[in-house]
């Protein structure tokens, strides 16, 4: 095994969520983890299983009252939270082992047994508020790990770095008002939930900590990896975190139907190589938590090139893609927003 493998935690049985034909299925990670085994990729990495975390845990970010509704929810037989977010009967332990999942990817990095790590695990996390559900989410998993690693393995600073093509509000939300942990959320805009303009930058003593770079339609991968070494990393980079984490939704990609977005392999390899080898100058651990994504075909791809960038920044991806062909943002509103997106990294 070689010792730059990133790790990988699987989530056993995360099918017992059962959406149907929600975009939001288990067929997505089914077939990540499918193309993971066929490549030979889980035989040559750490690997571990989810365990659910505990409902401590997840209190640490989400009211008790949120808590215990979708626990009743789930206990009833399940039913549909809002047009986009159902719960079916098992979907309450699941969601806890996704929050797990996301807790034991830290450890696997902090312990020292991995210098990187991928959670593939289920239902997404990044739209869940301290006191809602919505937007396919549950429990924010990634906020869940973010306060474990403050809370129990003494980790003061953590970033979080959310390349979801969606805005991960929630995790905003949680984290809004707490300066000792860095949100850095790229994003389509204008695009679901709405939020994420490059005025929202946090409040009280977390104002600075909040860093939105709204990515206009048609961007692909020039613009995304412009974008993270211009704007995000700098501002990580100053942060000075012991740990980053990254939000994972590859719902950027241009046969991604959530999204008008033009990112390719290649984009993603290169964004993850791009944390990795900041994790490491920095001295802090890199943790990637799966979110959007919901291309089965394109997923297991694009899943085992960040995998692979995350355990050796160097690595080219190993396959190669077609032009997208979705319109790129003119070449003088691009700078603009570049520009605007650099001002406001230097500002946080």
Do not use: K
């Not at 549950?138 to 973010?146: E, G, K, M, R």
């Not at 959320?185 to 900590?209: A, C, M, N, V």
């Amino acid at each position: 095994m070689a010792v730059d493998s990133a790790g990988v935690v699987l989530q056993v049985g995360q099918e017992r969520h059962d959406t149907g034909s929600h975009p939001e299925n288990a067929t997505r990670i089914e077939e990540v983890v499918a193309g993971l085994e066929a490549a030979g990729e889980l035989s040559s990495r750490p690997v571990t299983e989810a365990l659910a975390a505990s409902v401590e845990a997840i209190e640490a970010v989400h009211v008790p009252g949120h808590v215990e509704a979708i626990r009743d929810l789930a206990e009833r037989g399940g039913g549909w939270i809002d047009a986009d977010t159902c719960v079916s009967p098992a979907s309450y332990e699941v969601a806890l082992e996704a929050a797990g999942g996301a807790v034991e990817a830290v450890e696997m990095v902090t312990s020292g047994r991995a210098p990187a790590s991928f959670a593939l695990v289920r239902p997404p996390g990044h739209h869940a508020t301290p006191d809602r559900a919505m937007g396919f989410c549950l429990f924010n998993n990634v906020a869940v790990a973010a306060r474990h690693a403050q809370a129990s393995l003494g980790i003061e600073r953590v970033a979080i770095l959310d390349w979801d093509v969606h805005h991960g509000n929630g995790t905003q939300d949680v984290f809004r008002e707490d300066p000792s942990v860095l949100f850095v959320s790229l994003h389509q805009w204008p695009l679901y939930p709405g939020t994420g303009w490059l005025d929202e930058r946090g409040s009280g003593e977390g104002r600075g900590t909040t860093l939105n770079l709204p990515m206009p339609p048609g961007a692909g991968d020039r613009h995304w990896v412009e974008a993270v070494e211009r704007a995000a990393l700098p501002a990580i980079e100053s942060f000075g975190p012991g740990l980053i984490l990254i939000s994972a939704g590859q719902d950027g990609h241009y046969r991604d139907g959530l999204s008008d977005q033009g990112l390719t392999i290649d984009g993603f390899s290169r964004m993850a190589g791009l944390v990795r080898s900041l994790g490491d100058s920095l001295g802090a651990g890199v943790v990637a938590v799966h979110e959007g994504g919901y291309n089965p075909a394109t997923l297991p791809s694009l899943d085992r090139a960040i995998l692979r960038s995350l355990g050796d920044p160097s690595a080219p991806p190993d396959e190669s893609e077609g032009r997208p062909t979705v319109p790129e943002p003119e070449e003088a509103d691009w700078a603009e927003r570049l520009a605007a997106m650099e001002a406001a990294a230097r500002a946080a």
